[in-house]
C-alpha cells in the first residue's frame, strides 16, 4: 500500500494556545465519520519519546541549545518511523500535537539558533514529511501565559520561559504559515473553542474531500 493512503494533521502555537482542545474537537469530528484516528504528541509520542519528553522538559539542570535541538530532532525521527508513518499507510488519520515547526519556532527563534538549520536537521530527521494540514492556533503571547497559569499544572521548563521568548516564537510561527499557506490554516486563538473549531472545519472538510474521505 503506498505510504500516504492516510492524512497528517498537526497543531501548532505557543504554549497555551488551546492546541489539546481543537485536537479533541477533531478527533471526535472524525471518528464520528467512522475514520480511523492516531492521536499522539511531540515530544513523547512513543515509549521513546516519553523518556526523551522528560530530558527535555522536566530533568533538573540546564539543557545546551544545540543539545536541546537534538534531541527533539531525535524524538521526531522515531516518532515518525514508528508510529506516524506506519498508521498512515494503513490508511489511517494521525494528528499530532506539535511536529517539525515547533522546533523550528521555540529551538530556531526562541533560542536564537538558525532556522534554516534547524528546519534542515527536523526534515532530515523525518525523511522530508510534512503534515497534509498544520491547523496553527494564534494567541498574543501575554494572553497565552495568563491561560497556562489557570491551569494549576506545574510548568514544565519551556513554559517557565520570559515572554520575549514566546513572542519570538509566535512570530515565527506567522512567517512559517505565510511561506506556506497550502499546509497551513491560521486560526485567531483568541475566541472560543466552538468558534475556532468552526474555522477550522472547512479547511477539513476540504481537505477531506480531496482525499475521497
Known amino acids: 500500500m503506498p505510504e500516504n493512503q492516510g492524512l497528517f494533521i498537526s497543531f501548532e502555537g505557543i504554549d497555551g494556545v488551546g492546541k489539546s482542545t481543537q485536537a479533541d474537537l477533531m478527533e ?20 521513546l519519546g516519553v523518556e526523551i519528553r522528560h530530558l527535555l522538559l522536566h530533568r533538573k539542570g540546564e ?33 499530532s500535537d506539535r511536529f517539525l515547526d515547533s522546533s523550528v519556532a521555540y529551538q530556531g527563534a526562541g533560542r536564537q539558533l538558525d532556522l534554516t538549520e534547524v528546519r534542515d536537521l527536523s526534515l532530515w530527521a523525518v525523511d522530508n514529511l510534512l503534515p497534509d494540514l498544520t491547523v496553527l492556533l494564534d494567541l498574543d503571547a501575554e494572553a497565552a501565559s495568563i491561560r497556562r497559569g489557570q491551569t494549576g499544572a506545574e510548568p514544565d521548563r519551556l513554559e517557565r520561559e520570559k515572554i520575549s521568548f514566546f513572542e519570538a516564537a509566535r512570530d515565527t510561527y506567522k512567517q512559517l ?17 466552538d468558534s475556532i473549531w468552526k474555522q477550522i472545519q472547512p479547511r477539513l472538510e476540504t481537505l477531506l474531500e480531496s482525499k475521497g474521505l
Open 28 to 47: 471526535s469530528y472524525l471518528a464520528d465519520r467512522g475514520l480511523e484516528v492516531v492521536r499522539t504528541l511531540e515530544p513523547g509520542g512513543t515509549e
Open 63 to 95: 539543557v545546551s541549545v544545540r543539545s536541546e535541538a537534538l534531541l527533539y530532532a531525535a524524538d521526531r525521527a522515531h516518532h515518525v518511523a514508528s508510529k506516524i508513518r506506519p498508521a498512515l499507510a494503513k490508511g489511517q488519520i494521525v494528528i
Open 177 to 193: 504559515a505565510a511561506a506556506e499557506p497550502k499546509r497551513f490554516h491560521l486560526v485567531d486563538a483568541s475566541q472560543d473553542p
